[in-house]
Nanobody
Framework: QVQVVESGGGSVQTGDSLRLSCAAS????????TGWFRQAPGKEREFVAA????????DYADSVKGRFTISRDNAKNTVYLQMNSLKPEDTAVYYC?????????????????WGQGTQVTVSS
C-alpha cells in the first residue's frame, strides 16, 4: 500500500516558479514510477510528467517540456515537479500518482495510487 500527498501549490504570477512535492508513505515507493497530472475546471485530467523508479526514464507533455522538471529522491520517498515560466494555462489542480510497474507512463489508468491534489493558480 502506498499513499501519496502533494504539496507546494499556490497562486503566482505569469513567469513565476513553483515546486510541487509528492511525499509518499510505504517502503516500496522507491520501486514505483511516479506521474504528475493536472485537471483544469471543465477539462479532463491530463498527463504532465512521469519518472521511472530509477529516475532514468523521464517523459513530459509537450505543453510543459522545457519549463517543467520532474525529479525524485528515493531516500526521502519524494518526487518533485519544478515548474518554471508558469503561464495562466498551467492553472489546474495537480495530482501525483504512483505506478507499481516502475516504468513511468502517460496513461492515467496504469496508476495505482493517487493523491488528493494541490491547486496551482497562475494569473496574468
Amino acid at each position: 500500500q502506498v499513499q501519496v500527498v502533494e504539496s507546494g501549490g499556490g497562486s503566482v504570477q505569469t513567469g513565476d516558479s513553483l515546486r510541487l512535492s509528492c511525499a509518499a508513505s510505504g517502503r516500496s515507493f522507491s520501486r514505483y514510477a511516479t506521474g504528475w497530472f493536472r485537471q483544469a475546471p471543465g477539462k479532463e485530467r491530463e498527463f504532465v510528467a512521469a519518472i521511472s523508479w530509477t529516475g532514468r526514464n523521464i517523459d513530459y507533455a509537450d505543453s510543459v517540456k522545457g519549463r517543467f522538471t520532474i525529479s525524485r529522491d528515493n531516500a526521502k520517498n519524494t518526487v518533485y515537479l519544478q515548474m518554471n515560466s508558469l503561464k495562466p494555462e498551467d492553472t489546474a489542480v495537480y495530482y501525483c500518482a504512483a505506478d507499481s510497474s516502475g516504468l513511468g507512463r502517460r496513461a492515467r489508468g496504469v496508476y495505482d495510487y493517487w493523491g488528493q491534489g494541490t491547486q496551482v493558480t497562475v494569473s496574468s
